[in-house]
T-cell receptor, first 113, second 115 residues
Framework: SQTIHQWPATLVQPVGSPLSLECTVE??????LYWYRQAAGRGLQLLFY??????ISSEVPQNLSASRPQDRQFILSSKKLLLSDSGFYLC????????????FGPGTRLLVL | AQKVTQAQTEISVVEKEDVTLDCVYE???????LFWYKQPPSGELVFLIR??????QNEISGRYSWNFQKSTSSFNFTITASQVVDSAVYFC????????????FGTGTRLKVLA
């Protein structure tokens, strides 16, 4: 069966510091991968998606970036965090067509101080 | 433009009551998919159901049931005999098959089931 991992689970970072969040999927190959952000008490905002290694599509212009160095690894990065980057970051995957069901990871809670 | 509206921000019920969570969507596509997810306090989104636009049959899974009505563009979710463990935020989402691929999420409904 497929599983999706995210780490770290929780992160507290000062403004202006770099960020690296990692997501990995097990039990499948060539998944579509997604990064979402959920602000406190809000809905989900799609940040990036990837249909293959090195293929990244950005949904929202901001100071975040994403990379996919391996088939089942998706990384979310920032060179300098802003207060507004605080939130809950969720990674998701699906297989095949982009409309297929997405399955989500446990998430990373990021607090920027 | 595509849109998902969950007008109920928060609902509180007493255990064993039935509760319906509303979801209204907008899309120009004739083929699309609708989803419901549950987000418990731990934060992970748990997939509940996927329905395509050509399948209007209602679905029942244990205490959960879904009513899909294309005529009113609604995909409502009912929990029968609610339990404290049902307390969570529930999201409805839409995925179209033309143009954009991405899920459009509603803003979620927070359900509190009181013992």
């Amino acid at each position: 069966s497929q599983t999706i991992h995210q780490w770290p689970a929780t992160l507290v970072q000062p403004v202006g510091s770099p960020l690296s969040l990692e997501c990995t999927v097990e039990g499948t190959s060539n998944p579509n991968l997604y990064w979402y952000r959920q602000a406190a008490g809000r809905g989900l905002q799609l940040l990036f998606y990837s249909v293959g290694i090195g293929q990244i599509s950005s949904e929202v212009p901001q100071n975040l970036s994403a990379s996919r160095p391996q088939d089942r690894q998706f990384i979310l990065s920032s060179k300098k965090l802003l207060l507004s980057d605080s939130g809950f970051y969720l990674c998701a995957w699906n297989k095949g067509l982009l409309q297929e069901t997405q399955y989500f990871g446990p998430g990373t809670r990021l607090l920027v101080l | 433009a595509q849109k998902v509206t969950q007008a109920q921000t928060e609902i509180s019920v007493v255990e064993k009551e039935d509760v319906t969570l509303d979801c209204v969507y907008e899309t120009r596509d004739t083929t699309y998919y609708l989803f419901w997810y549950k987000q418990p306090p731990s934060g992970e989104l748990v997939f509940l159901i996927r329905r395509n636009s050509f399948d209007e049959q209602n679905e029942i899974s244990g205490r959960y049931s879904w009513n899909f009505q294309k005529s009113t563009s609604s995909f409502n979710f009912t929990i029968t005999a609610s339990q404290v463990v049902d307390s969570a935020v529930y999201f409805c989402a839409l995925s179209e098959t033309s143009g954009t691929y991405k899920y459009i999420f509603g803003t979620g409904t927070r359900l509190k089931v009181l013992a």
